[in-house]
């Protein structure tokens, strides 16, 4: 993984500090693990993660790579 830590400006002033980067999983196992597996991936896209996910932050995707 590689993650770093950036600071994000409210609107209404001030600033938070949250964390930027990539994770890379490597899955090995039967289909059924794997299509489980990018289930709970795909709904963290849709779901947000962390605080102030209204403004931006939270933001989890997933890119597909050979």
């Known amino acids: ?3 770093h ?3 994000y400006s409210l609107r209404k ?3 938070v500090i949250g964390a930027v980067g990539d994770l890379t999983f490597v899955f090995q196992g039967d289909e ?3 299509r489980y597996y990018r289930t709970l991936l795909n709904f963290a896209f849709f ?3 962390g605080v102030k996910t209204t403004q931006g ?3 989890c995707r ?3 790579r050979p």
Request: charged letters at 20%; hydrophobic letters at 40%; glycine letters at 20%.
């Open 62 to 64: 997933i890119i597909e």
């Open 57 to 59: 932050m939270g933001m």
């Open 5 to 7: 830590t950036e600071q």
């Open 13 to 15: 002033g001030g600033t």
């Open 32 to 34: 059924d693990s794997l």
């Open 47 to 49: 779901s947000g993660i």
């Open 1 to 3: 993984f590689d993650v």
